[in-house]
């Protein structure tokens, strides 16, 4: 299956250009979201360098972020970057897992790869990186439980459809499970 991210930038834009005023934009090196800067303009999510993943990660923080967050540069979102102490990482981790969660979930609706992310290569490594998969996966099965934050839904639900997925989200995700969780995996 081919993913292409100008297909999550059609989709995206046709969901939330009008409603919420927000499009996707292909970007440089670095992810950001640009809030509109006059009351008729547009606030941009813009994800790193075309890359497809890094676009549905981007969206994930973008379904999470509240109506007041939404006018703020980043989400006025506290950022440390790669080479982060073990309380910074720990921290990281912690505000990470209902992101990282709903990429898993829009990568499944989208048949694509979803690769978990301690975001510290330069740094100490992840704080606790068994029970960051371990939270994320949790998390994950509380939204198929009790359903997603409704912007994260309607992302969802468009990339089921546009790509065929929805009859094997939840099947997919058991055996995406055994590649996340391995040592769990091992016990089962």
């Known amino acids: 299956m081919t993913h292409n991210p100008d297909d999550l930038i059609t989709l995206f834009n046709n969901l939330f250009r009008e ?54 540069y980043d989400y006025g979102y506290w950022y440390c970057p790669d080479g982060r102490t073990h309380e910074q990482q720990q921290a990281f981790e912690q505000v990470e897992v209902k992101p990282q969660a709903l990429e ?47 912007r994260a839904q309607m992302f969802f639900d468009s990339l089921a459809d546009f790509y065929g997925t929805r009859g094997r989200i939840r099947e997919n995700w058991q055996r995406d499970k055994q590649r996340i969780l391995p040592a769990e995996a091992e016990l089962q």
Do not use: M
């Open 104 to 150: 898993w979930l829009f990568a499944l609706a989208a048949g694509s790869s979803f690769h978990i992310s301690v975001d510290n290569l330069a740094g100490d490594g992840a704080a606790d990186e068994h029970g960051f998969r371990r939270r994320v996966n949790r998390q994950v099965a509380q939204y198929l439980e009790q359903g997603l934050p409704k």
């Open 19 to 72: 409603s919420y005023r927000t499009v996707l934009v292909r970007g440089g090196d670095e992810p950001e979201y640009l809030p509109a800067s006059t009351a008729n303009g547009l606030a941009q999510v813009v994800f790193a360098r075309g890359f497809f993943a890094s676009a549905l990660h981007e969206i994930s923080h973008w379904c999470i972020a509240g109506e007041h967050r939404r006018t703020l």
